[in-house]
């Protein structure tokens, strides 16, 4: 029976681990780089949603800087998305539809060599 309910939260948690890994965890997906406000409940769908939200408001920023983001040359659309990606927690997939690049393996590619510091 005691073994029962342990599993009974493992199944009915997407989130499992030690009570300071799961602080670490749920600091970043609120976006809190300091003392742990709490633990909030997120679920799929929800979070998605305010990812998208977020990295939207960030694309509107580079679209009044740089104009027609399709427009502008791989490498640079590369760089805003892994910026991006490092405020937010978007789909590549979804970045890469947003951005304009038909290849997902391509921005992968692209934001590693950013992150390796070769571009």
């Known amino acids: 029976l005691q073994e029962d309910e342990e599993w009974k939260k493992f199944r009915r ?18 976006g ?21 939200a977020k990295a939207k408001k960030l694309l509107e920023k580079w679209k009044a800087k740089k104009g027609d983001l399709n427009q502008l040359p ?18 590549v997939d979804w970045l890469a539809q947003e951005l304009g690049i038909k290849s997902k393996r391509s ?8 992150r390796k510091g070769r571009l």
């Open 74 to 91: 791989i490498k640079q659309k590369w760089k805003i998305a892994y910026e991006i990606r490092e405020e937010s927690f978007v789909k």
């Open 32 to 52: 809190k780089r300091g003392e742990s406000e709490g633990t909030e409940v997120w679920q799929r769908g929800t979070l998605q949603e305010s990812e998208e």
């Open 13 to 30: 948690s997407w989130c499992w681990g030690s009570e300071k890994v799961m602080e670490k965890f749920h600091r970043l997906m609120s």
């Open 107 to 114: 921005l992968i590619t692209g934001m590693s060599l950013i």
